[in-house]
């Protein structure tokens, strides 16, 4: 029996889980290590961090928005909050030490292949957060990781729903 959610970023707690078959969890299976054909849609969250007037991106290095810089982050590991997937993320991505803080703008990402199967089914949450500590450095699955100004975003290929959200919740960007 789920609870009732109690406002702004809050957690559904299942009472009983039994009987969910392997397919409607969010595990990733040998065969689809990159994320690749799930069984169902996969929780990610990601983190707006700034400083100094500049925003932290990451160039991914994996589908879906491989060669594109984005908001870092990744997939909500069984028992994490948002935040404290947030915060594990973008310490693996980045190097860098973030507060996560409340959840500022959510979007699909859903990419099907030739014969029309879903490849990538994300379900993506964007939290604000405050920059602790740390040099930028990339690691994990992004190719690269900098602090963008708001007049260099436009010389990246970044991703239209980092554009988006950047322009929309911050005025950031053209």
């Given at each position: 029996m789920?609870?009732?959610p109690n406002g702004p970023g809050f957690r559904v707690l299942l009472d009983d889980v039994k009987g969910i078959p392997d397919q409607m969890t969010c595990?990733?299976?040998?065969?689809?290590?990159?994320?690749?054909?799930p069984g169902a849609p996969r929780v990610a969250v990601g983190a707006v961090v700034f400083k100094e007037s500049k925003v932290l991106l990451v160039l991914r290095s994996k589908p879906p928005a491989e060669n594109q810089w984005s908001i870092p982050g990744g997939c909500v590991e069984l028992g994490e909050t948002l935040q404290e997937a947030a915060e594990r993320e973008i310490l693996e991505e980045t190097g860098i030490f973030i507060r996560?803080?409340?959840?500022v703008y959510t979007f699909d990402v859903i990419e099907r292949d030739d014969s029309g199967r879903i490849r990538f089914h994300y379900v993506i949450i964007d939290l604000a957060a405050d920059y602790i500590?740390?040099?930028v450095k990339a690691g994990d699955d992004a190719a690269d990781a900098s602090w963008v100004s708001s007049k260099d975003i436009n010389t990246r290929k970044v991703s239209a729903a980092t554009r988006k959200l950047l322009k929309e919740c911050y005025?950031?960007?053209a």
């Open positions: 789920a609870k009732a595990e990733r299976s040998k065969q689809d290590i990159n994320g690749a054909y996560a803080g409340e959840p500590s740390g040099e005025g950031f960007g």
